[in-house]
C-alpha cells in the first residue's frame, strides 16, 4: 500500500475517532474550552510535522503566501479554525452521539453535492457509488435509537 493510501486511511480513522471521544469529553470540560485544546493539539501536531520535515530535510510542498492570499487565510482561519470547531463542540453538547454521528456523515455528502453543483460537472457513476460508505449509517443508528427507545436488547 501506497504511504499516501495509508496515512489518509489513518487520517479517517482518527478523525471518526475524535468525535466520540470529545463528546465523552465534554461531560466535564466547557465546550469552548474544549474546541480550543482542539485545535491547539492540530496546531501543535502540525508544528511537529513542520519541525520533522525540516529535520529530514523534506522540501515544503506549498506554494508561497502572497499578499492578496491573507483576506482569505484569514477569513479561512475564523471559519474553520474558530467558528466551525466551536460550533461542533456546542452541538455535540446539545445532541445525541447518533444525531452527532448522522450529521457527520451528512457533511460529506453535502460537501461532494456542492462541488458538483458549483464546478457543474456531470454526475457520473463515479459520483453516486462514491459515497456508499455512507449508506449503512442511517439504518444502523435508526436500529440503535430505536432498541434503546424500546428497550430491547439483541
Request: with cysteine.
Given at each position: 500500500?501506497?504511504?499516501?493510501?495509508a496515512l489518509?486511511?489513518?487520517?479517517?480513522?482518527?478523525?471518526?475517532?475524535?468525535?466520540?471521544?470529545?463528546?465523552?469529553?465534554?461531560?466535564?470540560?466547557?465546550?469552548?474550552?474544549?474546541?480550543?485544546?482542539?485545535?491547539?493539539?492540530?496546531?501543535?501536531?502540525?508544528?511537529?510535522?513542520?519541525?520533522?520535515?525540516?529535520?529530514?530535510?523534506?522540501?515544503a510542498a506549498?506554494?508561497?503566501?502572497?499578499?492578496?492570499?491573507?483576506?482569505?487565510?484569514?477569513?479561512?482561519?475564523?471559519?474553520?479554525?474558530?467558528?466551525?470547531?466551536?460550533?461542533?463542540?456546542?452541538?455535540?453538547?446539545?445532541?445525541?452521539?447518533?444525531?452527532?454521528?448522522?450529521?457527520?456523515?451528512?457533511?460529506?455528502?453535502?460537501?461532494?453535492?456542492?462541488?458538483?453543483?458549483?464546478?457543474?460537472?456531470?454526475?457520473?457513476?463515479?459520483?453516486?457509488?462514491?459515497?456508499?460508505?455512507?449508506?449503512?449509517?442511517?439504518?444502523?443508528?435508526?436500529?440503535?435509537?430505536?432498541?434503546?427507545?424500546?428497550?430491547?436488547?439483541?
Amino acid at each position: 500500500m501506497r504511504a499516501s493510501i495509508a496515512l489518509a486511511l489513518l487520517s479517517a480513522a482518527l478523525f471518526g475517532a475524535s468525535t466520540p471521544l470529545a463528546k465523552l469529553l465534554l461531560d466535564g470540560v466547557d465546550p469552548w474550552l474544549m474546541a480550543g485544546l482542539l485545535y491547539l493539539g492540530a496546531g501543535v501536531g502540525l508544528a511537529g510535522v513542520h519541525v520533522a520535515r525540516g529535520a529530514l530535510g523534506v522540501p515544503a510542498a506549498e506554494a508561497p503566501l502572497r499578499r492578496a492570499d491573507v483576506p482569505w487565510l484569514a477569513l479561512v482561519v475564523l471559519a474553520g479554525g474558530v467558528a466551525g470547531p466551536l460550533c461542533l463542540m456546542l452541538g455535540l453538547a446539545r445532541t445525541e452521539a447518533t444525531s452527532a454521528s448522522l450529521l457527520l456523515n451528512l457533511e460529506g455528502l453535502a460537501t461532494m453535492a456542492s462541488h458538483g453543483w458549483r464546478s457543474a460537472r456531470m454526475w457520473t457513476a463515479a459520483c453516486c457509488w462514491g459515497p456508499r460508505p455512507f449508506w449503512p449509517a442511517p439504518p444502523c443508528c435508526r436500529a440503535a435509537r430505536q432498541r434503546r427507545w424500546t428497550g430491547a436488547r439483541g
